[in-house]
């Protein structure tokens, strides 16, 4: 009996460590857990079983049981289960005519260790080993003939039990998995020598303790949908999963990350990675690719064009500078001359295209919106380009980086777009009409970061098309700070 306690403690005491280890590492700091939640494993479990004692077995009997199963961890679990099982025992020898049926209905509780979870090869295991010990509670009936301590008759006994064994099982599926196990019962109290019905009075058997043995098929099934949590689909049972499967993945991800290599061997601010013209001439203006910098489209690159933005159309010469005819002094006769000519074959002129030019960008500063003075020459240019093309109007979209939330970043970039519209407005005199505001918030960066990029931080101009609309201000609190010149809210 003290034997029995022993077992009884230590199984116990292995449940309790279990489940207070797993309090004990409950973080305290902000931590990233790798165990995702799992699914229940459901089964039935057929086999053969029989009785060790006094009277010999007779083999097979038959039995059969369910059992709920749930992970503590990748090695511990817990099974609930119940059995029902009938076996019979008779001695052949015809001076021994000792026989009896016994019939056993339980259920209870085992701890389940899986012994070969620790091998970190694979993301899941297709054979698992098992060693498992638990208790619970069984009724049984033996009913016996020619047993010499008592008459014939039957005896049923309510008493606990403790039960050990091993098996090993294969996954077949995520859903489905097979397994053998044996399993060996034995019953507390007086119980405990009668599941042969031979109380063994006279001492003249082969042990003083029956057990129930059950050698058996487990048919396994797993079940569960989403983890309410996390809203995500549990996994299988963790005893069938790598405990190192979620840092593995995890460390292949940042394995697979391009590493950020800020090199720029022309030093034109952009570096190699996404540098178009790696050659570019030292101190030439360069686009957000890294391409020299040609703004008309004259092929005479910004550098070296005295006329960067040169009216289209023209032809130009070796400076840039476009060739626009000196206008001719007409007399009347010319002009009507002229005007029956072009009468004759009237068309509507078209004007020229300007889809194609490559309009400065502006830059802010982090959280800002203030027009920097680095930035007015731009400005200027594109003011210039306006002026030189009276029927064009420009579209300024306003974007952000993506260090705050999209609220946030759909104001700020509003508020650029508008202090560099209201700037062209104040400094140049540029009819509000003629600029079309937009704003994109952090939704088109041209650096693919989370991180702040003052590349990121930027006003676009482009040509505006007919379809072209004006944004209202985005719904959110005011964001950034600056200081927008003049008035630009006349609309």
């Given at each position: ?212 043995h059950f050698p058996n098929l487990t048919l396994n099934f797993n079940l569960g949908g989403k983890d309410k949590k996390t809203g995500l689909a549990r996994v299988e049972p ?254």
């Amino acid at each position: 009996m003290s034997m029995r306690k022993l077992i009884f403690t230590f199984l116990f005491g292995a449940l309790a460590a279990s489940l207070s280890a797993q309090d004990a590492s409950a973080p305290t700091a902000p931590y990233r857990s790798f165990s995702p939640a799992d699914q229940w494993e459901v089964g039935v479990h057929l086999g053969l079983p029989f009785v060790s004692g006094d009277v010999d077995s007779k083999f097979p009997g038959f039995g059969g049981g369910l059992h709920v199963r749930k992970s503590l961890d990748h090695v511990f679990s817990i099974r609930l289960n119940s059995l029902f099982a009938s076996a019979s025992n008779e001695n052949n020898a015809t001076s021994d005519l000792r026989k009896s049926d016994m019939t056993w209905i339980s259920g209870g509780g085992e701890v389940v260790v899986a012994l070969n979870n620790l091998i970190w090869n694979k993301p899941y295991h297709k054979l698992l080993l098992n060693a498992f010990g638990g208790v619970g509670g069984t009724r049984f009936k033996s009913t016996y003939e020619n047993i010499p301590s008592v008459a014939n008759g039957e005896t049923t006994y309510n008493t606990a039990y403790i039960n050990g064994g091993a098996g090993i099982s294969y996954r077949v599926s995520p859903k489905f998995n097979i397994g053998l196990e044996y399993t060996v019962y034995s019953a507390f109290g007086k119980g405990g020598d009668r599941l042969d019905g031979d109380p063994n009075i006279a001492f003249q058997g082969t042990s003083y303790r029956d057990n129930l043995h059950f050698p058996n098929l487990t048919l396994n099934f797993n079940l569960g949908g989403k983890d309410k949590k996390t809203g995500l689909a549990r996994v299988e049972p963790r005893y069938w999963a790598n405990p190192l499967d979620g840092v593995s993945t995890a460390i292949s991800a940042l394995e697979a990350r391009a590493i950020y290599d800020p090199t720029d061997s022309d030093g034109d601010g952009i570096i190699n990675d996404i540098d178009q013209e790696d050659n570019s001439p030292a101190g030439a203006r360069v686009d957000s690719k890294g391409v020299t910098l040609d703004s008309d489209g004259d092929k005479m690159p910004d550098y070296k064009d005295k006329e960067p933005f040169s009216p289209p159309g023209y032809p130009v010469d070796a400076m840039g500078v476009a060739q626009v005819p000196k206008p001719k002094i007409l007399t009347e006769d010319d002009v009507n001359r002229i005007v029956d000519a072009k009468l004759a074959n009237f068309k509507l002129p078209t004007q020229p295209s300007v889809v194609d030019w490559f309009l400065p960008m502006v830059h802010f500063d982090l959280n800002s919106y203030t027009v920097k003075k680095s930035e007015y020459e731009k400005l200027y240019q594109v003011a210039q380009v306006l002026k030189s093309n009276p029927t064009i109007r420009l579209v300024a979209t306003g974007n952000t980086d993506r260090l705050n939330n999209e609220t946030y970043n759909n104001v700020l970039s509003y508020n650029r777009a508008n202090a560099v519209v209201a700037h062209l407005v104040a400094q140049y005199g540029i009819a509000r009409d003629r600029v079309v505001l937009n704003w994109a918030g952090e939704g088109v960066n041209i650096i693919p970061t989370n991180t702040g990029n003052v590349t990121n931080r930027r006003v676009e101009f482009r040509v505006a098309k007919a379809a072209d609309k004006e944004m209202g201000r985005p719904e959110g609190k005011e964001a950034g700070k600056g200081r927008i010149e003049g008035n630009s809210s006349g609309f």
